[in-house]
């Protein structure tokens, strides 16, 4: 069973701040199937990133994500009002979905 | 406008039983494996059960299987979780999720709704 732990729990940055969010895999994984996405208060999640690098339809060019085997990362190259959320990483394998723990970006 | 709509929440004891019911518009549900994914309150996503397009294959986390059954009905574009023998630790917002296979992603997400397991 592959384990995803995303680090680090809270992320306390300015608007403007770069953001790099981190998401390990417990074995080497697919980057086809390593995705990540986005959570506001009371809303359901929002897929960002898919195939560790892709955007998603509709997502700004601020969030980019990159990795491999075991390493994989969600940056955001200048945070926005609206971009303070939760961030989940999320794997893909043998028909079944793995979601890390999480990260909240919140405004310093 | 693709849109999932979920109902069926609400509160139950420990024992009992809920069936959540989603319905899908705006895209043909017949062509896409569909999801359940639960968030405990506070707590982060967990995955809970897959159902591909034509009910062929089906799968569920090792937490909720024996309990809970998922089914759907493409002539009427709906997505079931019949959920029984229900604890304390199911408790959570369920998500009707559409996920891409060959990304392996969801890529649409319902609103959610509550189940509270409690005496």
């Known amino acids: 069973e592959i384990v995803l732990t995303q680090s680090p729990g809270t992320l306390s940055l300015s608007p403007g701040e770069r953001a790099t969010l981190s998401c390990r895999a417990s074995?080497?994984?697919?980057?086809?199937?390593l995705a990540w996405y986005q959570q506001k208060p009371g809303q359901a999640p929002r897929l960002l990133i898919y195939g560790a690098s892709s955007r998603a339809t509709g997502i700004p060019d601020r969030f980019s994500g990159s990795g491999s085997g075991t390493d994989f990362t969600l940056t955001i190259s200048r945070l926005e009002p609206e971009d303070f959320a939760v961030y989940y990483c999320?794997?893909?394998?043998?028909?079944?979905?793995?979601f890390g723990g999480g990260t909240k970006v919140e405004i310093k | 406008e693709v849109q999932l709509v979920e109902s069926g929440g609400g509160l139950v004891k420990p024992g009992g039983s809920l069936r959540l019911s989603c319905a899908a518009s705006?895209?043909?549900?017949?062509?896409?494996?569909m999801n359940w994914v639960r968030q405990a309150p506070g707590k982060g996503l967990e995955w809970v059960s897959s159902i591909s397009s034509s009910s062929s294959y089906i799968y569920y986390a090792d937490s909720v299987k024996g309990r809970f059954t998922i089914s759907r009905d493409n002539a009427n574009n709906s997505l079931y979780l019949q959920m029984n023998s229900l604890r304390a630790e199911d408790t959570a917002v369920y998500y009707c999720?559409?996920?891409?296979?060959?990304?392996?992603?969801?890529?649409?997400w319902g609103h959610g709704t509550m189940v509270t397991v409690s005496s």
């Open positions: 705006g895209f043909t549900f017949s062509s896409y494996s």
């Open positions: 999320q794997h893909y394998g043998s028909s079944f979905f793995t």
């Open positions: 074995q080497s994984v697919s980057s086809s199937f």
């Open positions: 999720a559409r996920y891409i296979t060959i990304f392996g992603v969801v890529d649409i």
